[in-house]
């Protein structure tokens, strides 16, 4: 059952002040691959995952997730869905063991089950002594972990990351890029948005580029390399959104800020 | 052992209700789930008065808003005379308690509970999950509801018993229906209020015009309130009470009718409809919102998408100000600072702009209770203008909320800075006030007075000017603990009413000095030169010592 599809987006349209933010994407994702979403700031990349979450309505087009179609008004799909967002919202005068209980409720656990794993789970990353200490006094990397474990304790099926690593020490990072390897390979569909093109070109299997509202690259990162002819991922991404002049910026940038001094 | 979930007493009693909500499209068990977290988190929430005093704030798991209810208890004395007066001629008297209790019930939903209803985190949150919008929606306004509720059983507590006291069993129970059905339709309508906005609008300009909203009713409820309460004192309560078809569109009206009906024995059509509104408005609203839940949450999602945008560069007028004011360049920095944010800082608008406006209206209600019966030369050639003075219990409220900022956190960047001490911080901020918003609005009520009165109180303007900026740098220095912008807003922040009171010997002391100074030979001009050597003083020794750079979390 590896080639399942786990989701299908057909024709994705979607006008913001009469403005295309997504213009006609089509993509088709097979259970257990590990997507690299990326694209500019702007590029529509947050409102396709805003889409698919429920959380924005008026596109044209159909979006479905584990067959079902995601208009049609069930929030049923949305249980095997994990969700790290951009922003790191969380209920910060909520200690961890009271937030991830209550996420872990909301996604149909037991509140004992809940309780248990996430402390077990708070453990591993070295957060067991803050499980009972409120989140408004953790930092940005503390903050992070807590969100990864809220959109993992119920061992969804698909997961949505975005910039999953900011604030993590380098020894997290190597963590939690384990973690999801072995998630990937062990079934579970992850999304992974992010501007750090390094990271996207080691741990995804097929990376989906974004530009002016529509997917302008899809294909592995082999692929891609060869339909652009350069080296790194963030070489391909320049020059596919047609970016060359980093150079020229930087000096301008540079001899305005030493000027007068 | 587990730690066992906190329960509150309040779903306990929701519990009750678990039929109604389920029938109403809810899924209870997570409904109550969310109820139960946002009550926690309420209770958590550091109050800001209290933050300071570095008090243990772990194991001070109360709720705020509980433990100044009783304030709400005192105000809601004022409703037990007209309680006790009200039998026969119930007309006029509850519909006077039921304007007094629908002003502080909705000036209190959309200044401090808005943020409850239009809370945007609830999106990434709860949306993300397998949780339908509608179930949100009921927790989101449930959650406002028991606020309301709270409010409304402390404000009505003493009329409740003075009418279970003097007018019976009956009353006891109409009154107490009638405030259920009041809370539900104030719900209703706040909320049908923001669909309407956020259906039209996005981003920025809808949480500016949302801020817009919501400062024009406060202001206009403040305003219209005073009348209300002065205008009274003008009416004979045993005149009868005559209905006509416009009283249908004052809610108050609606509440005092079935007390008129059922207890006062009238049967005039109209008092029979207006009590049949009482409970068809209200039930009539609350369905159109129900119908709506489901598209306010997905609305929501507009308050969190922002376009950039092209903005014009702003402040001109800004710099050349803060260069007049300011002699250093932090400063003028700083002034500049202030400006914009007194100019665009939402939530400060919120809460400051209505008693701005207040109090411009201040003096003239004064003028109305004073002068009742005079003739308009009388007042001309009298000494009435002292009610000017009232004006200047704003700056005593106004400074006090500099100290607040709806980013509280970005107060690092004074840390940063290489300031030697906060002193600039503290000047620029109060000079911008003085400048941007003190003078302006008294310019407004001096040219008024000015005409009015004549030229002969040109110089008793001054002094009232001259006394209002040198109580700005004084006001900061007694009420203002932390630098400006420093602090965070906050849902269960303790009223300051006491203040105001507090205020008004002072001012009123201050105008006794003023009227001496006029009654001795050279008074007056040796009173202005006083103050402007107390002005000259206290604008820049106050704050030359407020070095500590470093405020306490």
Redesign the interface.
């Known amino acids: 059952m590896s080639t399942e599809e786990v989701l299908s987006i057909q024709d994705l349209r979607m006008k913001y002040d009469g403005r295309y933010v997504l213009n006609g994407i089509d993509l088709h994702v097979r259970r257990g691959e590990m997507i690299g979403y990326i694209g500019p700031n702007g590029a529509g990349k947050s409102t396709t995952v805003k889409i698919m979450l429920g959380l924005v309505e008026g596109y044209t087009g159909t979006v479905r997730i584990f067959g079902q179609d995601i208009a049609d008004g069930s929030v049923e799909y949305k249980r095997r869905i994990g969700y790290v967002p951009e922003v790191a919202e969380l209920y910060d005068q909520l200690t961890p063991a009271e937030y991830l209980t209550f996420t872990g409720e909301l996604y149909g656990l037991s509140y004992e089950e809940a309780y248990e794993k996430a402390e077990r789970l708070m453990e591993c990353f070295d957060l067991g002594k803050v499980y009972h200490s409120r989140i408004a006094t953790f930092s940005k990397g503390m903050r992070q972990k807590v969100l990864l474990i809220s959109s993992l304790l119920h061992d969804p099926d698909l997961l949505f990351l975005d910039e999953p690593l900011s604030g993590l020490d380098a020894n997290s990072v190597m963590v939690v890029k384990e973690i999801l390897a072995k998630l990937s390979a062990a079934g579970t569909t992850i999304f992974y948005s992010s501007h750090i093109m390094d990271v996207v070109e080691k741990i995804s299997s097929r990376i989906v580029l974004l530009a002016d509202s529509r997917v302008v690259a899809d294909g592995t990162f082999k692929e891609l390399q060869q339909q652009s002819q350069e080296g790194s991922l963030e070489e391909v991404f320049n020059q596919l959104t047609g970016f060359h002049n980093h150079g020229a910026i930087a000096d301008r940038f540079v001899s305005i800020i030493r000027e007068g001094s | 052992m587990?730690?066992q979930?906190p329960s509150f007493r309040t779903l306990l009693l929701l519990d009750k209700f678990k039929g109604i909500l389920t029938r109403m499209g809810a899924d209870y068990g997570?409904l109550r789930?969310i109820l139960q977290?946002k009550l926690?988190?309420d209770s958590?929430?550091v109050p800001i008065i209290l933050s300071n005093t570095n008090r243990k704030e772990e194991d001070a798991d109360k709720n705020l808003f509980i433990r100044s209810l009783w304030l709400y208890g005192l105000m809601g004395i004022v409703l037990a005379p007209f309680v006790y007066i009200s039998d026969p001629n119930y007309m006029m008297a509850m519909s006077v308690v039921a304007a007094i209790l629908m002003f502080f019930i909705m000036t209190s939903m959309i200044s401090d509970f808005s943020s409850v209803l239009l809370d945007v985190?609830d999106?990434?949150?709860?949306?993300?999950?397998?949780?339908?919008g509608r179930t949100v929606g009921l927790a989101r306004s449930i959650h406002a509801g028991i606020y309301m509720l709270l409010l409304t059983a402390s404000l009505s507590a003493a009329s409740l018993v003075t009418g279970l006291l003097i007018n019976g069993v009956m009353f006891f129970l109409i009154y107490l229906i009638e405030l259920i059905l009041m809370n539900l339709l104030i719900l209703a309508v706040t909320t049908l209020v923001y669909l309407l906005l956020l259906k039209y609008w996005d981003g920025e300009k809808l949480k500016d015009l949302i801020n817009y909203v919501q400062i024009g009713l406060s202001a206009v409820i403040a305003i219209g309130y005073q009348f209300v309460i002065r205008s009274f004192e003008l009416v004979d309560f045993n005149i009868s009470f005559t209905p006509a078809w416009w009283q249908l569109l004052l809610p108050p009206v609606w509440f005092a009718a079935p007390f008129a009906w059922l207890l006062g024995g009238e049967t005039d059509p109209w008092i029979i409809a207006f009590s049949l509104m009482a409970v068809a408005g209200p039930v009539a609203l609350l369905l159109i919102y129900l119908r709506y839940i489901p598209s306010f949450e997905?609305f929501l999602?507009k308050l969190s998408?922002s376009?950039a945008g092209s903005g014009k560069e702003r402040g001109r007028a800004d710099r050349a100000l803060a260069r007049w004011f300011c002699r250093t360049r932090e400063e003028q920095a700083c002034f500049r600072l202030s400006a914009s944010m007194m100019k665009s800082e939402r939530e400060f608008k919120l809460k400051v702009y209505p008693s701005l406006g207040l109090s411009m209206i201040l003096p003239y209600l004064f003028f109305f209770t004073a002068l009742r019966g005079s003739t308009l030369a009388e007042i001309r050639s009298g000494s009435s203008f002292y009610v000017l003075y009232a004006m200047l219990v704003m700056v005593i409220t106004t400074v006090m909320m500099l100290k607040y900022s709806g980013k509280p956190k970005a107060f690092w960047l004074f840390r940063a800075a290489p300031l030697s001490s906060l002193g600039p911080l503290y000047r620029g901020t109060l000079k911008a006030y003085a400048v941007k918003m003190f003078l302006p609005l008294f310019a407004v009520n001096a040219a008024i007075f000015l005409s009015l009165f004549g030229m002969r109180i040109v110089w008793d303007l001054v002094i009232i000017l001259l006394t209002g900026l040198a109580l700005i740098p004084v006001a900061a220095k007694a009420m203002l603990r932390t630098p400006p912008f420093a602090r965070a807003f906050s849902v269960t922040q303790q009223k300051d009413g006491w203040i105001v009171l507090l205020s008004f010997p002072v001012l009123g002391g201050l105008g006794g000095l003023h009227y001496a100074s006029s009654t001795v030979p050279f008074g007056a001009p040796a009173y202005i030169l006083l103050l402007l050597f107390a002005n000259g003083w206290l604008w820049t020794k106050l704050f030359t010592k407020a070095g500590r750079t470093s405020i306490l979390e």
């Open positions: 587990l730690p979930e997570m789930r977290v926690l988190m958590r929430r985190r999106r990434s949150i709860l949306m993300t999950k397998p949780v339908d997905l999602e998408h376009d």
